[in-house]
């Protein structure tokens, strides 16, 4: 199983600036590639951002431009930047892990999740 943990949401002005972390923990040597997720109120959960373990990334059309995911394998640990915010960016952004195909187990796992809000 893995562990993870959100930190460094908050309370931003529109334009500014932000800096997500995630630390994973447990079977980390299983994970195929971690990503981000958010979920606004009264809405379905969507796709932000993917880094694979070979370093390839993917981001949702309404981020790219804007947001930047990364890795520190030695901290075991995935960022996402978050820059020139919007009010819509306002969400409960939560990490996940995808495990690789002869992982037994659960197929992906999620963390508690961080509140970023964007507002005036």
């Known amino acids: 199983q893995v562990q993870l943990v959100e930190s460094g949401g908050g309370l931003v002005q529109p334009g500014g600036s932000l800096r997500l972390s995630c630390a994973a923990s447990g079977s980390i040597f299983r994970i195929y590639a971690m990503g981000w997720y958010r979920q606004a109120p009264g809405k379905q959960r969507e796709f932000v951002a993917a880094?694979?373990?070979?370093?390839?990334?993917n981001y949702a059309d309404s981020v790219k431009g804007r947001f930047t995911i990364s890795r520190d394998n030695a901290k075991n640990t995935v960022y996402l930047r978050l820059n020139s915010l919007k009010p819509e960016d306002t969400a409960v952004y939560y990490c996940?892990?995808?495990?690789?195909?002869?992982?037994?187990?659960?197929?992906?796992?999620w963390g508690q999740g961080t509140q970023v809000t964007v507002s005036s």
């Open positions: 880094i694979q373990s070979g370093g390839s990334t």
């Open positions: 996940n892990a995808e495990m690789d195909r002869d992982y037994v187990g659960q197929y992906a796992y």
